[in-house]
């Protein structure tokens, strides 16, 4: 069995090293010292600020909005760019006729 001398006071789980205490105890005081410069998300280990920080990466090909999750992009893209709806003034396409005449109001109120 593999000795685990560096035991956490909060719930006893022993460890190899001392630095993977320090991780595990920052699970207990709330304690996150990873944080994203993108967002406010903080992390108490780096690999979860690493697996978080891919999630800024995913970007609409078509305007380059970004976006959490793949299922974000994928509505984002059915909306306003893949549908039969396009706008007369720019290449934005939707999925329904009301969201043209909403995207005009808005992106094209002086012409």
């Known amino acids: 069995?593999?000795?685990?001398?560096?035991?956490?006071?909060?719930?006893?789980?022993?460890?190899?090293?001392?630095?993977?205490?320090?991780?595990?105890?920052?699970t207990h005081t709330r304690n996150h010292p990873f944080k994203c410069e993108i967002c406010?998300?903080?992390?108490?280990?780096?690999?979860?600020?690493?697996?978080?920080?891919?999630s800024h990466?995913?970007?609409c090909k078509f305007c380059n909005k970004k976006f959490k999750k793949e299922s974000l992009i994928a509505r984002h893209i059915k909306q306003y760019h893949d549908g039969e709806f396009k706008c007369d003034l720019c290449e934005m396409r939707f999925e329904k006729p009301e969201y043209v005449k909403i995207h005009r109001a808005r992106k094209h109120k002086s012409e």
Do not use: A
Request: charged share 25%.
């Open 1 to 26: 069995q593999l000795k685990r001398p560096f035991k956490c006071d909060t719930c006893g789980k022993g460890f190899r090293s001392s630095q993977n205490l320090k991780t595990h105890e920052n």
């Open 40 to 54: 406010p998300s903080g992390f108490n280990q780096k690999r979860l600020l690493e697996n978080h920080m891919d």
């Open 57 to 59: 990466n995913m970007m």
